[in-house]
């Protein structure tokens, strides 16, 4: 089993930065990807930047250019580093690991609150 623990999550101004980091409890042979997902209320899971073992990254069009994603593989962790925040930021932040033919894993969420 391996257990994903996210950190950074807190309250700040809109225009501040905020940088979450993510650590899994063991090395994962088959992980393929390591991402941020977010959720806001009443809303679903969404994604926000995913990081493949190759450096190759993706972003949701509506942080592009404000949040940057990067991983250390080995120290078995991720981070989103998150610039310009917005009060539609504000959500759950959850990281995730997605491995190939193997279950996904998914951290407990840290809570990013933005206000205006």
């Known amino acids: 089993q391996v257990q994903l623990v996210e950190s950074g999550g807190g309250l700040v101004q809109a225009g501040g930065s905020l940088r979450l980091s993510c650590v899994a409890s063991r090395s994962i042979f088959n992980m393929n990807a390591m991402g941020w997902y977010r959720q806001a209320p009443g809303k679903q899971r969404a994604l926000v930047a995913t990081?493949?073992?190759?450096?190759?990254?993706n972003y949701a069009d509506s942080v592009k250019g404000r949040f940057t994603i990067s991983g250390d593989s080995a120290k078995n962790m991720v981070y989103l580093q998150m610039n310009s925040l917005k009060p539609e930021d504000t959500a759950v932040y959850y990281c995730?690991?997605?491995?190939?033919?193997?279950?996904?894993?998914w951290g407990q969420g840290t809570q990013v609150t933005v206000s205006s």
């Open positions: 995730k690991v997605i491995t190939l033919g193997g279950p996904d894993y």
């Open positions: 990081i493949t073992r190759r450096g190759s990254t």
